[in-house]
T-cell receptor, first 114, second 114 residues
Framework: GQQLNQSPQSMFIQEGEDVSMNCTSS?????WLWYKQDPGEGPVLLIA?????ELTSNGRLTAQFGITRKDSFLNISASIPSDVGIYFC??????????????FGEGTQLTVNP | DAGVTQSPTHLIKTRGQHVTLRCSPI?????VSWYQQVLGQGPQFIFQ???????GRGNFPDRFSARQFPNYSSELNVNALLLGDSALYLC?????????????FGPGTRLTVT
């Protein structure tokens, strides 16, 4: 089953607002990734994080790799309607784990009201 | 450049039947992974293939099998379909090494078992 806990499960915000979501685990992950999925499509990779404490940006998106390696955070600044979708965190446990298996959270559904 | 492609887009099968899903990776990507995404949940890892060999397997029954061809494309086979196999089946491709964790997904095949 899933090992990553995402919160919140859903968010309803106004256009222009900033958004924060997070992902936690009871075990250590050595790589954290954030994906966005639109209805009827596959997940799209947003940001990949490889070092504890790392802070990485991609446009209005900023993600952080928690220093305990058990959590990660995603922030979206100045939200726009096209930010609507489901955001998934995913983790990989490192070279000794099985291949390139990613473990996914259950997603945060983001709704942006114009 | 073309992204990951999957076929068919949608499929309806009856319990007990067999299904084959196909995936073509991004050009230059040699690793292919398969995930199952049940409605309302994050993707769950099924298999990873690299250089035509299975490199990882998730917690799925032996009814699920896959293979990778010399051109790095891949097939996922599911035998004796159950109602619970209804899901979106996602294929992801990646480079090797650390970049293997940055997986790029196709649009998926929506399988409905009746």
């Amino acid at each position: 089953g899933q090992q990553l806990n995402q919160s919140p499960q859903s968010m309803f915000i106004q256009e222009g607002e900033d958004v924060s979501m997070n992902c936690t685990s009871s075990s250590i992950f050595n790589t954290w990734l954030w994906y966005k999925q639109d209805p009827g499509e596959g997940p799209v990779l947003l940001i990949a994080l490889y070092k504890a404490g790392e802070l990485t940006s991609n446009g209005r998106l900023t993600a952080q790799f928690g220093i305990t390696r058990k959590d990660s955070f995603l922030n979206i600044s100045a939200s726009i309607p096209s930010d609507v979708g489901i955001y998934f965190c995913a983790g990989h446990k490192g070279p000794k784990a099985s291949g390139s298996r990613l473990t996914f959270g259950e997603g945060t559904q983001l709704t942006v009201n114009p | 450049d073309a992204g990951v492609t999957q076929s068919p887009t949608h499929l309806i099968k009856t319990r007990g039947q067999h299904v084959t899903l196909r995936c073509s990776p991004i050009s230059g990507h040699k690793s292919v992974s398969w995930y199952q995404q049940v409605l309302g949940q994050g993707p769950q890892f099924i298999f990873q293939y690299y250089e035509k060999e299975e490199r990882g397997r998730g917690n799925f029954p032996d009814r699920f099998s896959a293979r990778q061809f010399p051109n790095y494309s891949s097939e996922l086979n599911v035998n004796a379909l159950l109602l619970g196999d209804s899901a979106l089946y996602l294929c992801a491709s990646s480079l090797v090494g650390q970049a293997a964790y940055e997986q790029y997904f196709g649009p998926g095949t929506r399988l409905t078992v009746t």
